[in-house]
């Protein structure tokens, strides 16, 4: 089936998404700096992208940098003055996605802040809210980064979790592997909150069975 997603996911891109030669050297650079392929997919880029024109979004938050590919898809989005902050646990990740930023002219529109992002979250000005909040790091600590985006939120932030299927495993409560669990929990906290309005979509493609939710802040 692999075969086929892939397939269908390069026809999409082909078909509706514009050559990006800046974002073709992105990847390049990262594969030839030893980063592990597990950046969004094109279609995914530019949803997110998509995100923040809908949104209006000045302001972003991405938990997990990698080098800087879904940063560049929504920082190019961004107007003027518009800020994106995005954290990174890997100091050769971060400085891979500082060099792909400033590649991309952004670098003064996005900060990486480097180090275990929870240290990084309870350094962030809680009076600065923000309008889209992307979580793409380590799936244990799930749980934690929406109790973090909940209170970096205002009503009307759109809050988006990637990577919830986990293969399958996400409906299995006895699973043992931690990002299972994690995922597990961050999606029973998003649907008990009366403060949200969630769904999820489980989605196949070049990256293979995924998927991801999507939580409104409630105004
Ligand atoms: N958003 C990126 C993209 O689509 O281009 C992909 C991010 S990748 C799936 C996850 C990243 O989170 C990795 O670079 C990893 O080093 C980082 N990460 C893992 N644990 C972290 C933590 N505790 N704090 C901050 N970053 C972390």
């Not at 979004?57 to 590919?69: F, H, M, N, S």
């Not at 979580?135 to 979790?161: E, F, M, R």
């Not at 006895?174 to 906290?189: A, N, P, T, W, Y």
Request: net charge negative; charged share 20%.
């Amino acid at each position: 089936m692999q075969k086929s997603w892939s397939a269908v996911d390069n026809y999409l891109i082909n078909q509706l998404l514009p050559n990006d030669p800046l974002l073709e050297k992105v990847l390049e650079n990262n594969q030839q700096a030893g980063l592990p392929a597990i950046d969004v997919a094109a279609n995914q880029g530019q949803l997110l992208a998509l995100f923040v024109r809908m949104t209006r979004a000045k302001r972003v938050l991405e938990i997990g940098t990698l080098g800087g590919y879904s940063t560049i898809w929504m920082g190019r989005e961004l107007p003027e003055g518009g800020k994106l902050t995005t954290l990174e646990f890997d100091a050769h990740h971060a400085e891979v996605a500082r060099q792909n930023l400033q590649l991309a002219g952004l670098e003064n529109k996005v900060e990486v802040i480097e180090g275990p992002a929870l240290d990084s979250l309870a350094t962030l000005d809680p009076s600065e809210t923000f309008d889209l909040i992307f979580i793409d790091a380590d799936k244990p600590n799930n749980p934690y980064y929406l109790q973090w985006a909940l209170l970096y939120s205002h009503p009307g932030t759109l809050i988006v979790g990637d990577n919830v299927v986990r293969e399958g495993e996400v409906t299995r409560p006895e699973s043992q592997d931690k990002s299972v669990q994690g995922v597990r929990r961050f999606i029973e906290m998003m649907g008990n909150d009366p403060r949200l309005t969630c769904t999820a979509l489980q989605t196949v493609g070049l990256k293979g069975w995924d998927g991801f939710t999507l939580a409104w802040v409630n105004g």
